[in-house]
Structures are given as C-alpha cells and as structure tokens.
C-alpha cells in the first residue's frame, strides 16, 4: 500500500493534468525518508522541543547561533522570526500530539500535527508550514479536513485542527464550512492509487 504524507496529497491535489501525474511519479520514485534530506527537520525538532520542555523563545535564538549550515543559516531566519512573531506573549502549554493515517483505495496517508499546544487556554493540534509558496485557502482546508476527519476521535478535550504558517505567522484552523469533502479526497486517492502502479 502506498504511503504518503499529508503534504504529498496536498501537493498531488494541488495539480492537474500532466503535472499532477508528473507529481504521482516523483512521490512514488523518491527515495525513503532521509533526514539528511529534510530541510526544515532541525528547525521542526527545535520547535517542538522548546515546547515539550518548557523553554521560552529564547531558545530558537540559541538553536540558531549553533546552527553551522549555510543553506539553513540563509533560509532558516524568516522562519524563525516568523515563529517568534506569531508566538508573541501567547500563553503556549505543551502537550502530546496525536498521529494517525487515513486511508482509501489502497493509498495511506499520514496524519501528524507536530505540535500539540494550548494557546491561551484552547487546545490546538497543529501542523506546521514551512515553505515559500503561499498556503493557499484550499491547502489549509484540505490538510484541516483530514486532521478533523482522523484525529477528532483521539482528541477529546475540543482541541481545534489548525495549521500554521510559520513565515507569515499565521494560524488557520479546520472551518466546518469549507467546501473539502470526504468525497473529494477520496477521489483524489482513488486517482493516486490508480496511476501508482503505472508511474
């Protein structure tokens, strides 16, 4: 069975035509996961841990003045700022993130908040957005969708399904309103684990 992350979907669904095969492709081609391969990972694992234990803001500040990649030293500081800025004086509270899969028509994907945080008071799970491109409405409403669709059974204190966009240090959270439907997203699977074993 096919195993791909929510952000994988997104960007498959993102597509038409020839591209969104194209993208099909290049999932299913690429190799297993690396860290060495993701960009964003320190930068992730400092912000969860700086939650998880307790740590003010000053610690992204620390993680930063040891960090010795170039390519990070340049591309990491929006982020950081980024993060910083939306923290702002919140009241942030760790806690335990659930993860979880979604799956249909032989595809599986994965569901997994980085941060579980009470932000003044209300329970978040919270996927973080680290990329340059613009975190669209119907990104945010897809990748909310599926967090509503898992993990709601696993989260019983309320907790709002929410991703943030960490340049622009904003948080969006899953709006009942929006158009994402279960039909939908599964059609996009059924599309995906159709195409797999031909690509």
Known sequence: ?????????????????????????????????????DFYKPLRECIVDTHR????????NAFFANLADAKKRANYPTAIDGYKKWWGRKDLAWFDPPR???GQHGVEVMINPELGLKVN????????YFKTEP??????????????????GESQ??????????????????????????GMVDAELAYIGSLWPNV
């Open 1 to 37: 069975m096919p195993k791909i992350s929510l952000t994988d979907l997104v960007d498959i669904v993102s597509k038409s035509g020839t591209p969104k095969a194209t993208k099909v492709a290049q999932v299913k081609a690429r190799p297993d996961y690396e860290p060495a391969f």
């Open 53 to 60: 234990d307790g740590q003010d803001k000053k610690a992204l």
């Open 100 to 102: 979880s899969t979604y």
């Open 121 to 128: 008071g209300t329970r978040h799970l919270i996927k973080l």
């Open 135 to 152: 975190l669209s409405k119907f990104r945010v409403d897809i990748i909310t969708f599926l967090m509503e669709s898992v993990l709601r």
């Open 157 to 182: 204190h309320g907790e709002a399904m929410s991703i943030l966009d960490v340049r622009k240090a904003k948080l969006f959270s899953f709006d009942p309103a929006a158009s994402t439907s279960k």
